[in-house]
């Protein structure tokens, strides 16, 4: 199986490249700000306890996150593989991945982390505030509030990945097919 967790800052573009990948690579999509978002558009127990991290831009307690990508994994059949979106954000996260993963026999096979400069994220959230809906995308302090819980709490994930050999480094400036390109590359080396 083709795993693969993609990475990086709020408004990288994990999840316009998610797309593409999911297309060619035939792969499930697993991202966890969109699982998110349905329960709280369901209005489940499990959307209700994570609204309020969302909304102030704060991590959902790992507990809780791990329960419900497990899950998904679990209810999977028949894939190819996983794209994981917007997870793991915490070492925790990472390591419980592992454990989940090695108990299937199909470990991650790369990382994938987009790099955008602030700036420009910042001017990404706000335009894709005017048509989300997202209250997270709205307010300029939540915003910042997130870029700086993803440099805290969710870069040293990524030391976790280069440490095994499986960080691929990817410049997310420029078209969205040029993007995509150059992480088709690095997918293809995997
Ligand atoms: P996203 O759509 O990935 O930007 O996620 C939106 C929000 O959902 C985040 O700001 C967090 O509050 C929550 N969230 C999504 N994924 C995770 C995760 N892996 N760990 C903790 N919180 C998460």
Request: proline share 3%.
């Amino acid at each position: 199986m083709l795993n693969i967790v993609l990475f990086g800052p709020p408004g990288a573009g994990k999840g316009t490249q998610s797309e593409n990948i999911i297309q060619k690579y035939q792969l499930t999509h697993i991202s966890t700000g969109d699982l998110f978002r349905k329960h709280l558009s369901e209005g489940t127990e499990l959307g209700k306890l994570a609204q309020k991290y969302m909304n102030e831009g704060n991590l959902v307690p790992d507990d809780v996150v791990i329960g419900m990508v497990d899950d998904k994994i679990n209810q999977t059949t028949n894939s190819k593989g996983f794209i994981f979106d917007g997870f793991p954000r915490t070492v925790a996260q990472a390591e419980a991945l592992d454990v989940v993963l090695e108990k299937k026999g199909t470990p991650i096979k790369g990382m994938i982390a987009l790099f955008v400069e602030d700036e420009e994220l910042i001017k990404r959230i706000e335009h894709r505030g005017k048509t989300s809906g997202r209250a997270d995308d709205q307010d300029i302090e939540k915003i910042h509030n997130r870029i700086n819980v993803y440099k805290n709490e969710t870069l040293p994930v990524m030391d976790y990945y280069q440490k095994q050999g499986k960080l691929h480094e990817i410049r997310g400036l420029g078209t969205v097919e040029e993007i995509f390109e150059r992480i088709a590359t690095a997918i293809d080396t995997l």
